[in-house]
């Protein structure tokens, strides 16, 4: 097949191209674990909300409230852990029978050597749930071509505020 790859015509429009060419060499499977910190209270709140419904109030899960988030990510759980990236992105209240948000975000990272690179999660997270999944549908840098799922367990969350420490762990296949 690769030698298909390699003799394949370009039609002006795409090309087949040997994954050699973008340097893509063997594939690896990743972990990582960090804390995502997600902070609505505050004078510096990390998640602030930015879109509602007429009847987001009434409803008792929030159904069509929307989030942009800068939320840092730590090594640890605590809020002056070491700073190993910021999660950016927004999630959204999609569901009216439970707490169900749909979650649009980058993981960039800018510790060690994933430091530039980023993973894209999209996924469903139900919040009271105790392990969530959902899915890696790319990234940048050092997770091109990633694939993989994130797992997400709440750590602290203070029901008052919404404020939320959530432990997630990766796992993604990248070049």
């Known amino acids: 097949m690769s030698i298909a790859l390699a003799s394949a015509k370009s039609d002006g429009f795409s090309n087949v191209l040997s994954p050699a060419k973008l340097g893509v060499r063997q594939e690896k499977l990743s972990h990582l674990h960090f804390y995502f910190h997600d902070t609505l209270s505050g004078r510096n709140p990390t998640a602030v909300q930015v879109a509602s419904a007429a009847w ?3 409803s008792k899960t929030l159904f069509g409230a929307m989030m942009m ?9 605590e809020h002056d852990s ?3 990236g910021k999660a950016q992105g927004v999630y959204a209240s999609a569901a009216q029978d439970e ?3 749909l979650m ?6 800018m510790e060690g050597k994933y430091n530039g690179s980023s993973l894209s999660l999209l996924g469903r997270n139900t919040v009271f749930s105790t392990m969530r999944e959902m899915p890696i549908v790319g990234g940048s840098g050092l997770f091109r071509f990633a ?3 994130a797992q997400a367990k709440t750590h ?3 029901i008052k505020t919404g404020d939320a420490v959530v432990e997630y762990n ?3 296949f990248h070049y």
């Open 56 to 58: 987001t109030k009434k």
């Open 69 to 77: 988030v800068d939320d840092p990510l730590t090594a640890g759980p």
């Open 82 to 84: 070491k700073l190993v």
């Open 99 to 101: 707490v169900g948000l």
């Open 104 to 109: 649009v975000m980058n993981f960039a990272f």
């Open 147 to 149: 694939r993989g799922y």
């Open 156 to 158: 602290t969350l203070d």
């Open 170 to 172: 990766v796992y993604v």
